[in-house]
Nanobody, 120 residues
Framework: QVQLVQSGGGLVQPGDSLRLSCVASGRIWSLGQMDWYRQAPGKQRALVGGTTRTGPHYSDFAKDRFIITRDDDENTVYLQINNLIPEDTAIYYC???????????????WGQGTQVTVSS
C-alpha cells in the first residue's frame, strides 16, 4: 500500500509564511511527478504547481509567493507559501505519480488534505 500523508497548515495571519509537507510511504519503486493543488471554499480544485526530478513548475498565480521543493531521499514534497493573503485560504492537497513496481504503470495518489486559513 502507498499513502501520502500531509502535515503543516492551520490558522495563520496575513503576511505570515508556512510550509506544508507531504510524505509518500509504502511500497514505492519510483516516485514521479509530485504536485500541489488547493480548493478554496466554493471553488474547484486548482493546480498550484508541481515538481519533477528536473525542477518545479507553477501556475501563474503561484509564481511569486509559492515555492515547491522535493527531497527524493525522503520521498517528500514541500510547499512553502510566503506573504500569505486571505485568498490563500483553502484545503491544500498533494498528489503524486508513483510506480510500485517496474512492470505496471504509475498510479496517482492523493494526500488527505490540509486546511490553511489566513485571517487576522
Amino acid at each position: 500500500q502507498v499513502q501520502l500523508v500531509q502535515s503543516g497548515g492551520g490558522l495563520v495571519q496575513p503576511g505570515d509564511s508556512l510550509r506544508l509537507s507531504c510524505v509518500a510511504s509504502g511500497r514505492i519503486w519510483s516516485l514521479g511527478q509530485m504536485d500541489w493543488y488547493r480548493q478554496a471554499p466554493g471553488k474547484q480544485r486548482a493546480l498550484v504547481g508541481g515538481t519533477t526530478r528536473t525542477g518545479p513548475h507553477y501556475s501563474d498565480f503561484a509564481k511569486d509567493r509559492f515555492i515547491i521543493t522535493r527531497d527524493d531521499d525522503e520521498n517528500t514534497v514541500y510547499l512553502q507559501i510566503n506573504n500569505l493573503i486571505p485568498e490563500d485560504t483553502a484545503i491544500y492537497y498533494c498528489r503524486a505519480l508513483i510506480w510500485t513496481n517496474e512492470r505496471e504503470a504509475a498510479r496517482e495518489y492523493w494526500g488527505q488534505g490540509t486546511q490553511v486559513t489566513v485571517s487576522s
